[in-house]
DNA sequence: CTGTTAGCGCTTTCAG
DNA sequence: CTGAAAGCGCTAACAG
C-alpha cells in the first residue's frame, strides 16, 4: 500500500540508513548511490512519512501559533509575517483561534504540545499566572507576540502602545486641540485598552492639560463601537474638537458618526487613532493614525522562535522583549483647530 | 525526561494498554482501574505524545490549508470557517499561504501530504492538471474551497459566481441603468474573473443591451486598482451612469474617484459589485453589494471534509459539487438612474 | 561511504 | 476488563 523508506531500500539495494541520508541530504552519500536512491524514490513514488520522522528525529518541524481570531485584520496580517518567517526556515504552523478567552488559549497551548511543535507564539488577551503555568510545562521556546506578560517572564515582541499613544495625542495638541477626547478599549486589557489609555493620559498631562472624566468612553474597538461611542461626545454642551481612538476600526465609526450628524472631518472635529489598518487609507478622509508594524511584528517573532529553536540564543529573560517602532502616518483626519 | 505511557503504567500499576484505554476515553475500563491511572497521570504531569499515536494509529488529526493569502480578508473569513468546524470536531489546521502561484501551492500540497494530515482543504488560483495530478497522490480526502476544477473530479464548495454577477448587474438594470460598466478582474481567472465577467455580460444580453468594449476595464481586484480604473471610465465622453466591480475593494475605489471627482454616488453614479466583505458597511455611502457567503465556504467545506475523513460517504463525484446561496445586500451604493 | 541495530511513544490485535 | 507483544516509518549512533 503505502512505500516505505524500507521499501526504497530494497529497490535501490542499499540499507535504509543510506536512503534516510540522501532524503536528508546528508552529503556522506557517494553520487552514483544518491543517484540510485533517487531512481528508486522516483520509480515507487515515494513520500517520507514526515510523522515517523518526528517521532524518531524529535523535531516536527512544525510551530504553534495561537491568535485571538484569524479574521481580525490586525491578526491576520500578523499571521501573515509569522508564516512568510516560518516557511523561510521550513516550518509550518498549526494556527488556533482562541478569541481571547483564558479556558480556550489554555486548552489550545496544551494540544499543540501534545502534537510536539517545536515552539509557540502567543498571540492572545491578557497573560495570566495559569497561562505562565501552562507555559512552564512546555520543553519547547515560546514567544508572546503583540502581547507582554507583567513579569517579562517570557521573550515578547510588540511596540510600546503607552508610547504610540502618548504621540498621537500629541499630534493632536501640536495642532492646537486642547478638547481631546478618548475612545479607549477595556482598562482590563493591558496593551490596547490600559497602555494606549496612559498614553492619552501622559499627553494630556505633559501638556498640561487636565483629563475630563466625561471626555472618557469605553468601547470595544469594532467599527460599530466607535459608531455608538461617538454619539456620547455630540450630546455634551462642549464638544471635543478632536478625539483619539485606540483602534483605526473605532476611529472610522467615529468619522462616520460625525458625518452623519453633519460635522466635517477634520475641520469640525480632528480624528487619530492607532494601528494602520489596510482600511485607514481606504475610507474619505484618509485616517491619520499611529502605524503598528503588524507583519513586522509577526516576523521578528517568529524569527526570534527560530534562534531560540536553534538554541543560538538562550532565552535570557530581559533581553528578550523586543520592541519594534511605531511611526506616525499622516493623512487627511487631523486638521489644526480653527 | 519526558514521561511516557509507560511511565504511567508503572506508576499506577498497569499494562501500557490499560492507560492507552484510559486515554482514549475507551469504555472497557473498570472505573476503579480508571481512576488509578488518572492519578498517575496527574501525579506524573503526563501528556500524550501525538506524534506517537499519530505514527501507530496512522491519523494525525490535523488537516492541511492551503490559502491564496490569509491576510486578505476574504480568504480570512473562509479560514475561520474552516477552523472553526475543524475545532468542533478535534481537528487542527495547517495553515500554508500559497499567494496563487501554481509552484507553491504543489510543493505545499506535497509538504501537508507528507505531514501526514487527514485532510486537504484547497483554496488557490486555476486548479490546472498538475494539480489534478498532486491530488491524485494523495490517500487522503480533498476539498475545494471557493474554486472549483474544470472536470468536476474533486468536491468543492463555492457559490455561483456568474449568477451572483448576473444578479448584480440586474438590480442596476432595475434601477434604469442602461450604461453600466464592468471592473472586471483577470479573465484567465475562472471564478472571480471569467465567471463574474459573464454574469455581467448575460445580463446585459438578457435586457437586450449591447456590450460597449470601452465600458470593461480589468483591474487586479484590490483597491488601489478600483480607483485607478476609473478614472478611464471618467474620460468617456459618454460616461457610464453605473458601474459593476467584481470585488468590494474595487468598487469602493471606483466610488471613491467618482467622489474625489465630485460625482456623487449614488446620485450621479450607482456601484455595486460582489463579495460583502466587512468594510462595505464600513464606507460611505454603503456598498450594495452581493454577499459571497466566506465563512459558511469554510464550515461547509470543512464539515464536508469531516464526512469524507470518516468515509461517511464515499466522493461521489457529481454529488460533491457545493453551491451556496448568495442573496442581494440592498445598502447605499445603487439608485434610480436620474 | 555504507550497513546494523535500537529505539522514538503509542495503538492494536489477540489471548485470557 | 486487562496484559503481552508486534509493529507504525524513520533517525541515529556505532561499526566497519
Known sequence: MTVTIYDVARE???SMATVSRVVNNNPNVKPQTRKKVFEAIERLGYRPNAVARGLASKKTTTVGVVIP???????SEVARGIEDIANMYHYNIILCNADKKKEKEIRVINTLLEKQV???????????EEHLQAFNTSSVPIVLCATTDEQNAVASVDIDHEKAAFDAVNVLIQNGH?????????LQDPANGYARYQGYKKALEAAGMTLREDYVRIGNYRYESGLEVTKHFLELKDRPTA?????????IGAIHTLQDNGLKVPEDVSVISVDNIRMASMVRPQLTTVAMPMYDIGAVSMRLLTKLMNKEMKDASELMQVILPHEVIHRNSVAHRS
Not at 517545536?118 to 495570566?128: A, E, I, N, S
Open 12 to 14: 535501490a539495494g542499499v
Open 118 to 128: 517545536d515552539g509557540l507564539l502567543f498571540m492572545g488577551g491578557t497573560v495570566t
Open 243 to 251: 478625539i483619539f481612538a485606540a483602534t483605526d476600526e473605532m476611529a
Open 178 to 186: 486642547r478638547d481631546i477626547a478618548m475612545i479607549s478599549g477595556t
Open 69 to 75: 481570531d484569524i479574521s481580525n485584520s490586525i491578526f
